[in-house]
T-cell receptor, first 114, second 117 residues
């Protein structure tokens, strides 16, 4: 596609429910990033893939968060047993190479945990 | 320690005027990249401009220019001839090369810009 596509755009989950957020990066982009953005804050890094390899997951806040990119294209961020503090916008971004100068973001998945 | 500092939580500017959004950064790397993004209320992060640490000239993209002062570790965004549609959050970000080789952008907390008629 023309840009980074994320789904769902909006998700309301009951506390304790599992959620899966999908990211479809720009075709041919090697690098893929997930960020979490709380209301009124800047994006905070969660995890980074180069092709199918997850090279950095230091930003994942707990073991309830899990990300994968099995074929080096589409990525899924899974949050198990959601908590209210997980409410945020989850942004996916991609770039052409690990040294790519321009990183393109999707519109984000807005998660609200009630 | 904060790697990216944006000291202006909010800025106001009159339509057609120029505005400067401040950004300072902290790194010991020689090779790094600096970015500015715009985030309107819809939530999408829109890439505006990029400056490499070895670029000798300030980056420009249309009405956007980046005032890069390497010795001061400053990368301010200048928007000329502001338009009502420029009202949004603006984020400064930096991409370094840590030992692991991963290029992971770090963002500041953002500046809210309001353009009034």
């Amino acid at each position: 596609g023309a840009g980074v596509s994320q789904s769902p755009r909006y998700k309301v989950a009951k506390r304790g429910q599992d959620v899966a957020l999908r990211c479809d990066p720009i075709s041919g982009h090697v690098s893929l990033f997930w960020y979490q953005q709380a209301l009124g804050q800047g994006p905070e890094f969660l995890t980074y893939f180069q092709n199918e390899a997850q090279l950095d997951k230091s930003g994942l806040p707990s073991d309830r968060f899990f990300a994968e990119r099995p074929e080096g294209s589409v990525s899924t961020l899974k949050i198990q047993r959601t908590q209210k503090e997980d409410s945020a916008v989850y942004l996916c971004a991609s770039s052409r190479a690990s040294s790519g100068n321009t990183i393109y973001f999707g519109e984000g998945s807005w998660l609200t945990v009630v | 320690a904060q790697k990216i500092t944006q000291t202006q939580p909010g800025m106001f500017v009159q339509e057609k005027e120029a505005v400067t959004l401040d950004c300072t950064y902290d790194t010991s790397d020689q090779s790094y990249g600096l970015f500015w993004y715009k985030q309107p209320s819809s939530g999408e992060m829109i890439f505006l401009i990029y400056q490499g640490s070895y670029d000798e000239q300030n980056a420009t993209e249309g009405r956007y220019s980046l005032n890069f002062q390497k010795a001061r570790k400053s990368a301010n965004l200048v928007i000329s001839a502001s338009q009502l549609g420029d009202s949004a959050m603006y984020f400064c970000a930096m991409r370094e090369v840590p030992l692991g080789g991963s290029y992971i952008p770090t963002f500041g907390r953002g500046t809210s810009l309001i353009v009034h008629p």
